[in-house]
Every structure is written in structure tokens, then in C-alpha cells.
């Protein structure tokens, strides 16, 4: 198994757990959340689509892009399955685009960010995305203890 291998094999993990925790969130609680500042969980979910769909540009481009044109933003909120199927196609050309990177391009390719402070190799920024994706898996978690929900076990 090479870097793209694992790579990819952590991408589909970090997402197969989300995924088990967003479809776990019952539809009377997609709008809850623990404060006035935070998210809604259903938000969360979109928020962490919509952020790899933007990853995804930002790699392409090999650094921040100047203007973001989201395809999320035109699309109502509803269920987790919607928000899931509309996101698959974006999701699967951000998987396409791992696969044909070779191993020496995750080291060489430097990704721009200096307007949020760093520039990576792309090795790192594809870790650095799922990271950001289980961070909010987590967070939903305790949302979903907040509000007094069972949670599924990702630990499987």
C-alpha cells in the first residue's frame, strides 16, 4: 500500500464514521444547536461538504482561491441524505483528483495559504482536510450528548 493508498483509505474511514453519525442525528434535531453562536447540526453537515468541495478547488488551484463560487449555498437545507447526494459527485471528482496524484507530488505540490496562515505540501493539506472533517464529527457528537441523543458507535 503506497501514501495514495492510505491516503484514500483515511478519507473513506473519516467519511464511513461521519456519515455513520450524521444519518444518526434524528430529523427533529438537525436544526438544534447548543448556543445562539453555533452551528445547527444539519449546517455542520453542510459545512463540512461544502469545506472539501472548497479543499478540493483550493488544491487545484494550489492555493486559497481569490473567489468562492459555492454550488452548497444555492441549495436549500433538508435531510442529511440530500445534502449527501448532492455532494456525491463533488466528492467523488475530489477522490479522482487524489487518485491521480503520484507519491512525489505529495511532497512537491505546495499549497498556498498564506492568507490563512501556512503553506503545506499536499500530502499534509490532504491530512489536514480530513482532520477537519473529524473534528466536526466529534463535535456533532457532543451536540447530539447536549441534546440528549443516543450516539452510534464509530468505533466499530
Known amino acids: 500500500m503506497n501514501s495514495i493508498d492510505l491516503i484514500l483509505l483515511n478519507f473513506n474511514e473519516v ?12 430529523p427533529e434535531k438537525l436544526d438544534w444547536k447548543p448556543d445562539d453562536e453555533a452551528m445547527t447540526c444539519i449546517e455542520m453537515v453542510r ?3 461544502e469545506s472539501e468541495y472548497y ?3 483550493a488544491i487545484q488551484n494550489q492555493g ?6 459555492s454550488p452548497f449555498e444555492k441549495q436549500p437545507f433538508s435531510s442529511v441524505n ?12 475530489f477522490i479522482k483528483t487524489i487518485n491521480s496524484y503520484s507519491e512525489e507530488d505529495l511532497i512537491s505540490i505546495k499549497i498556498d495559504r498564506s492568507d490563512s496562515g501556512y ?5 499534509d493539506m490532504l ?11 466529534g463535535q456533532l457528537l457532543d ?14
Do not use: C, Q
Not at 15 to 26: A, C, D, G, H, L
Not at 64 to 69: E, H, I
Not at 82 to 93: C, G, H, I, T, W
Not at 119 to 123: E, H, N, Q, V
Open 55 to 57: 479543499y478540493h478547488l
Open 119 to 123: 503553506i503545506r505540501s499536499l500530502g
Open 64 to 69: 486559497s482561491l481569490a473567489v468562492f463560487d
Open 47 to 49: 459545512h463540512v461538504l
Open 15 to 26: 467519511r464511513r464514521r461521519s456519515t455513520k453519525v450524521w444519518k444518526s442525528i434524528p
Open 82 to 93: 440530500a445534502e449527501l447526494k448532492f455532494a456525491e459527485p463533488y466528492r467523488n471528482d
Open 127 to 137: 491530512l489536514r482536510i480530513a482532520y477537519h472533517e473529524s473534528v466536526h464529527t
Open 143 to 156: 451536540y447530539l450528548r447536549m441534546a440528549g441523543v443516543p450516539r452510534v458507535r464509530v468505533w466499530d
